[in-house]
DNA sequence: CATTTGCAAGAGCAGTGCTCTCGATATGGC
DNA sequence: GCCATATCGAGAGCACTGCTCTTGCAAATG
């Protein structure tokens, strides 16, 4: 190994060393995060960490796709785990909550409102799609199991637009059933976000994850899970 | 009118018209909402603001109880030009989606990730329930007509939670269709929240209206509306 | 050994929320 | 009408933020 990746290493080893005080510091101080606070974490000037991420702005995209990633791993190896396309299904979709209700802050960073000002990069949207793309494996291996029940095709203008991106993505699939799936995808992340952003205080508080698994069988049975 | 209530009546008016300040600060420049700029844009130095709002935070509250009752009012006008409970349902999900695109950071505001260590005050807890009040109420018209088809009981710890719920809010409907109606809802706000934050982006864009409007139905069907 | 390169530190700028003090003005009791 | 009181606005100031620029040091390169 040349001098030059021994450089690479040791500056790479500094990347995530930031990413992880900035995460530890998204989880207890909350979202509004400080680059200067993290540089004093870790003993350094504040103007060292812009040699390693050019604002905070890229900071943040950092931490955000290593969020995608953390909770499409936790819920990709939920999945692996479970036997029927359902039980993969329930297993995903507690997994990606369970994770959620641990990195609050790091949920409300990629599925809640974009923070102040924040325009997401094109390097987002590739990890973004993940948990996406896993439940559509799964409705799509129900689907060739036969065990999908047949369904009106899909009318209106937005179907045509679903046409192409089912072809690329989901090839197997029917649109209507893609389009279900989607729906069923923003039911389930609306039901973990809007628990843990509280809008179910001062009313279901006891067995939220009860609530939560009756959710996330509803939306199952939208995008076409039975069993 | 005594002087005191011109004096109160004075105050009000500045109130509002911060309010009506930090708004257009929040469509124009984003979530991060600067008490100095909203003085300067009203010709007073900063520290005059704190007459009014003890601060940052309070003004946030104030401008979060107004965007509840804003989307509130829309959602309830739409749907009582509506005729029957499905009618109804889509046009409060529709006048909720038109005025979250025409406010989207009034929505994220309020159906967001919570702003930066912001605890939501008891203030804001009342307005919040409106619009989950008056799905509730057009599911209870429905089922008192006896359209909405007969489900099991629910099952389950959280079904004892909301069984005290329901007494107080829902006192003609059956917990399951409160469980159904809840979930239901945050499917809407999820598809509203979704389309808005742009995680929709690189896939439907054309026809998002028909899309919602596919996912709304579902809803309705989930909260027992059929027609 | 000399030079180029990478990195860290510090000062500094413009901005923020918020507090405090100090005058000006208006209100209410006599 | 006069004076005590309450209310309000302005300004200075503190501690903090993101970010830039310059300087100096150390390591890799020739």
Redesign the interface.
């Known amino acids: 190994m040349s001098a030059a990746n021994l450089r690479a290493r040791v500056r790479a080893e500094m990347t995530e060393e930031i990413k992880a005080v900035a995460k530890r510091h998204l989880a207890t101080?909350?979202?509004?995060l400080s680059l200067r606070a993290v540089a004093r974490d870790l003993g350094m000037a504040s103007s060292a960490v812009y040699r390693y991420f050019a604002s905070r702005d890229e900071l943040l995209t950092a931490l955000i796709i290593d969020a995608y990633d953390a909770v499409g791993d936790t819920a990709e190896q939920a999945a692996a785990a479970a036997g029927s396309p359902l039980q993969k299904w329930l297993a995903a979709g507690h997994a990606a909550r369970e994770w959620a209700l641990a990195n609050p802050h790091e949920w409300?960073l990629i599925?809640?409102?974009?923070?102040?000002?924040y325009a997401?990069p094109k390097d987002t949207?590739e990890p973004?799609t993940r948990v996406l793309l896993l439940l559509g494996a799964i409705v799509a291996e129900a689907y060739r199991a036969g065990t999908v029940a047949e369904r009106e095709p899909?009318t209106?203008?937005?179907a045509?637009?679903?046409v192409p991106?089912a072809a690329t993505y989901y090839p197997d699939l029917p649109p209507r059933l893609i389009?279900?799936t989607?729906?069923a995808f923003?039911?389930v992340?609306?039901?973990i976000?809007?628990e843990l952003?509280?809008?179910l205080?001062?009313?279901?508080?006891?067995?939220?994850r009860?609530?939560f698994?009756?959710?996330l069988r509803?939306a199952a049975k939208?995008a076409g899970l039975t069993g």
């Open positions: 101080e909350g979202a509004n409300a599925y809640g409102s974009p923070v102040p000002g997401a949207v973004a899909l209106g203008r937005f045509e637009e679903i991106l389009a279900d989607i729906a923003f039911q992340c609306g039901a976000s809007y952003f509280g809008q205080n001062n009313g279901i508080v006891e067995d939220r009860g609530f698994d009756y959710q509803a939208l």
